[in-house]
């Protein structure tokens, strides 16, 4: 299978290519040529364990570039470490079902993805005999799903900044109780711009990038994409079982789109999903492009939900190749609209054929609160990122609805405390986590410092 570019000016690349170079050449975001059709074979399906599922998902976007004793090998190993044997149990509740997608080492979504790309970065880069040194800045989450992705893994460093005393301390330590010794992590002093702004000089200087093997493990990977489809297609056939003439609707807490697009990907792929209920919170760019067809740019907002603080998606590219019917050149237009000045606009035809799809809402902090308080009296305790999903779902049209819950509650525990006046209980892997040994390494805010760092690890290897 071929991988193209949703700008169409970089050559087509294969799966192993597309792994590794994360984002194409032409700034673009790459994705399948055509996806498979499973809509023939579903019946096959359904009595397959999470682990078996995600084989038979994958094998035609691998296309035999691994064979399929190695790709078996790579998916059981990476959902070994989660703590429930469904991996992404559905529990039903009345009216919604909640997909718990937490349960992996870090407590949150990403960990199903960052798990095997982890794994499928050191067997790529191993059969290739080369290394990759990754560089990234996180303001919580994506930065410790990603360490506990890569953690002592051969052929791989991490190096991963965080915006020294300002995130969470759990989230801290999450990253910092990490001690392989192909983790470094970086404290710097600023904010998580100030992070984000020292990665994106070390990607912009390309003697140093191309010297020290710099990757990324960003949000646009295919990868992350795919192995994201697996629990839209594992949850909807356990809701069929028990609701066989019921509409199969999910609701996904949204921010840059990864997750809610692999949803789609799975309906393309003939996965019978009715609708996709797209929840936002303030930060709400998506919800009014899907509302009113402008995609404009405003100011983050911090919230009660920060994975979810994002003003650019960088998935909703992938979408809208789909909704300018492949044509690259249009995309490239919205994209240097949206360069220079900040909005683009869709047509009144695509506004139409979004919403035939997607069911927009946005959900402000105080329902959020309300919906976790709400929740935690039917003795079920939610993150606020899971909150926003399930007060989506609640004021839908839609009768039943599967949510998905994204992160664990004990990792949010303050808006969980403001909601409920309770801490929620911590979860083993958390437990002590706080008294743990911690390695971290202090920069100013200082791009030679940080490359000093890297260098200096590097040639101790
Ligand atoms: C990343 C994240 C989200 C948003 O997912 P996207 O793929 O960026 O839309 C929602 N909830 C939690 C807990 C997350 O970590």
């Given at each position: 299978m071929k991988y193209v570019s949703t700008r169409g000016l970089s050559e087509p690349r294969d799966f192993t290519q597309t792994v590794l170079e994360g984002m194409a050449r032409d700034g673009g975001l790459l994705i399948?040529?055509?996806?498979?059709?499973?809509?023939g074979q579903l019946d096959g399906l359904k009595e397959l364990s999470y682990q078996d599922l995600a084989k038979q998902l994958f094998y035609p976007f691998v296309d035999?570039?691994?064979?399929?004793?190695?790709?078996?090998?790579?998916?059981?190993?990476?959902?070994?470490?989660?703590?429930?044997?469904?991996?992404?149990?559905l529990r039903f509740f009345e009216p919604v079902a909640i997909l718990e997608l937490f349960h992996g080492p870090t407590l949150a979504f990403k960990d199903i993805a960052l798990q095997f790309l982890g794994n499928l970065f050191e067997n790529l880069l191993n059969s290739k005999g080369v290394r990759l040194n990754i560089v990234g800045a996180t303001s919580g989450d994506t930065g410790s799903a990603a360490i506990h992705g890569v953690r002592g893994k051969a052929g791989i460093t991490i190096f991963m900044l965080h915006p020294k005393g300002k995130i969470s301390p759990i989230q801290e330590?999450?990253?910092?109780?990490?001690?392989?010794?192909?983790?470094?992590?970086?404290?710097?002093?600023?904010?998580?711009?100030?992070?984000?702004?020292?990665?994106?000089?070390?990607?912009?200087?390309?003697a140093f990038k191309d010297q020290h093997a710099l990757?990324?493990?960003?949000?646009?990977n295919w990868v992350r994409v795919m192995a994201q489809i697996v629990y839209y297609f594992y949850a909807a056939f356990q809701f069929q079982k028990k609701f066989p003439s019921h509409p199969v609707v999910f609701s996904v807490p949204t921010g840059n789109f990864g997750d809610i697009y692999a949803g789609y990907v799975a309906r393309k792929?003939?996965?019978?999903?009715?609708?996709?209920?797209?929840?936002?919170?303030?930060?709400d760019i998506l919800y009014r492009v899907m509302t009113t067809g402008q995609y404009k740019i405003q100011e983050v907002r911090s919230t009660i939900s920060p994975s979810m603080d994002i003003q650019i998606s960088s998935n909703f590219e992938r979408f809208l190749f789909d909704l300018v019917h492949h044509e690259a050149e249009d995309v490239r237009t919205l994209m240097e609209q949206l360069g220079?000045?900040?909005?683009f606009a869709l047509s009144q035809q695509q506004l139409v054929d979004v919403q035939r799809i997607f069911h927009p809402a946005r959900i402000n902090t105080e329902q959020t609160l309300r919906?976790?308080?709400?929740?935690?009296?039917?003795?079920?305790?939610?993150?606020?990122?899971?909150?926003v999903g399930i007060a989506a779902a609640e004021q839908s049209p839609f009768e039943r609805v599967i949510c998905l819950a994204t992160a664990h509650p004990a990792k949010f525990n303050e808006a969980v405390i403001r909601a409920t006046g309770k801490v929620p209980e911590i979860p083993a892997l958390l437990a002590g986590i706080l008294d743990k040994p911690s390695r971290c390494t202090n920069s100013k805010q200082d791009l030679q410092q940080v490359k000093s760092i890297i260098t200096e690890k590097l040639s101790a290897q």
């Open positions: 399948p040529e055509s996806v498979p059709d499973f809509s035999g570039e691994l064979d399929n004793t190695t790709l078996n090998q790579l998916v059981d190993r990476s959902y070994q470490h989660f703590t429930h044997k469904s991996i992404t149990p330590k999450q990253m910092t109780t990490v001690l392989d010794d192909n983790v470094v992590n970086i404290a710097i002093e600023g904010t998580f711009d100030d992070a984000q702004r020292i990665v994106k000089a070390l990607f912009n200087d390309l990757g990324a493990v960003n949000s646009i792929m003939g996965l019978p999903i009715e609708k996709l209920i797209m929840a936002t919170n303030e930060n220079s000045n900040g909005e919906t976790i308080a709400r929740y935690h009296q039917k003795g079920y305790t939610i993150d606020p990122h899971t909150a």
